[in-house]
């Protein structure tokens, strides 16, 4: 490997050629670790959570060989005044707004848990000493839900939102029901 190295770098007189190239082996043998490292199963996978053949699935019954389904506002369940949608069709992005590390992994437990779909937003520009559930025109029934199944207790905000059905900001003193 030294010879190599060696014999490369003559042939490389520049420094800054020397330089682009170091940085590149640096790069691949950090690649390298990373896909060494990676667990089997992640490894260059077409499409998380899918068999990847009949036999596949077969051999591992706890693969489904269907695509889940991803909810996404642009997919958005009816919004008739007596549809509230299921926990799984909302898309919640949850927003540090002064919330500790730990009150923050109890409340990501508890949205899975209760099985929304969850997305994380950058911190809120603002600490808040409460929390605030802010939702999408039509939805005021399941974010009033989502209020008191998460954080009973938090500010209801109607607001406009192109990304999420409900936009949680979790402030100071917001604590989740232990259960």
Known sequence: MRL???FVLR?????AAR??????LVVAGFAATLYVLAPKGSRFS???GTARSESDAAK????PTTPPAVASPANAPDLSPTAVPEPSRI???LQPAGASTSQLARITD????LGYAL????PAAEVLDRSVVKYRPGLEEAAERFAAEVLPGALLVEEQMADADIRLLVGKTSAPPIR
């Open 4 to 6: 190599g190295l060696e």
């Open 11 to 15: 042939v490389v007189r520049s420094r």
């Open 19 to 24: 330089t682009v190239l170091v940085v590149l």
């Open 46 to 48: 077409i499409q998380a």
């Open 60 to 63: 591992r019954p706890d693969i």
């Open 91 to 93: 898309v919640v992005v």
């Open 110 to 113: 508890e949205v899975r848990r």
């Open 119 to 122: 997305r994380y937003g950058p």
